[in-house]
């Protein structure tokens, strides 16, 4: 049994984004999983409430405080098809490489402006509570530094792996429509939209 997680805090996503994701996933992840809210405003039987209560984004750092064999998915993101993939290991902390929609730089520059190349609509782990740790111990300071969860893992040497990229890919990709799971990052309100037209030109 793996535990699953999303994230609903404040009010940027309605229950709506929730219940998608429950039903997707239980379509599409055959593996005995417990799904689980994690939110500010708990409702449903699912939901548990969250903690230290960061800011938005910030609060996904805390669900590695949680062990066991564990994913989380965004709200943001569209399934189409079967994710058992994505538990073959869960050994790694791992999160999505989005190097294959952005330019390829490793240079200096573009780790001095906190640019990333981390994407952490998915992620994967089983033991990784010194993450949380190390970030909950120096989290104000953090927070200024970096816009968000994504480039605090890429800049501050957290071990990390790359899920394979052959089946997740952003809406930014040609035939995105194709892939069994397409990112929607700072699109969610077109999320439907954009759905339906990939849908009309295959």
Same mark, same amino acid.
């Given at each position: 049994m793996i535990n699953v997680y999303c994230l609903k805090w404040g009010t940027k996503y309605d229950r709506h984004f929730v219940e998608d994701l429950k039903n997707k996933l239980s379509k599409y992840l055959?593996?005995?999983?417990n799904f689980i809210c994690y939110t500010d405003a708990p409702e449903k039987e699912y939901d548990i409430k969250i903690e230290n209560n960061l800011p938005h984004v910030w609060n996904?750092?805390?669900l590695l405080q949680f062990s066991g064999d564990s994913l989380y998915f965004d709200l943001d993101i569209n399934i189409t098809d079967s994710v058992?993939?994505?538990t073959e290991d869960f050994t =790694?902390?791992?999160?999505i490489d989005s190097r294959a929609w952005k330019n390829n730089k490793?240079?200096?520059k573009f780790k001095i402006t906190s640019n990333t190349f981390v994407n952490s609509?998915?992620?994967r782990w089983s033991n990784?509570? =010194?993450i949380y740790n190390n970030f909950i111990k120096n989290c104000n300071t953090y927070m200024r530094i970096y816009k968000g969860i994504d480039r605090y893992i890429y800049n501050e040497n957290i071990d990390y792996k790359y899920f394979s990229n052959e089946k997740i890919i952003s809406w930014k990709s040609e035939n995105f429509s194709e892939k069994a799971i397409v990112l929607y990052n700072g699109r969610y309100k077109d999320r439907?939209?954009?759905c339906w037209q990939s849908k009309k030109n295959y």
């Amino acid at each position: 049994m793996i535990n699953v997680y999303c994230l609903k805090w404040g009010t940027k996503y309605d229950r709506h984004f929730v219940e998608d994701l429950k039903n997707k996933l239980s379509k599409y992840l055959t593996v005995d999983h417990n799904f689980i809210c994690y939110t500010d405003a708990p409702e449903k039987e699912y939901d548990i409430k969250i903690e230290n209560n960061l800011p938005h984004v910030w609060n996904k750092l805390s669900l590695l405080q949680f062990s066991g064999d564990s994913l989380y998915f965004d709200l943001d993101i569209n399934i189409t098809d079967s994710v058992n993939f994505l538990t073959e290991d869960f050994t =790694d902390f791992t999160v999505i490489d989005s190097r294959a929609w952005k330019n390829n730089k490793e240079d200096l520059k573009f780790k001095i402006t906190s640019n990333t190349f981390v994407n952490s609509s998915i992620m994967r782990w089983s033991n990784h509570y =010194d993450i949380y740790n190390n970030f909950i111990k120096n989290c104000n300071t953090y927070m200024r530094i970096y816009k968000g969860i994504d480039r605090y893992i890429y800049n501050e040497n957290i071990d990390y792996k790359y899920f394979s990229n052959e089946k997740i890919i952003s809406w930014k990709s040609e035939n995105f429509s194709e892939k069994a799971i397409v990112l929607y990052n700072g699109r969610y309100k077109d999320r439907h939209n954009l759905c339906w037209q990939s849908k009309k030109n295959y």
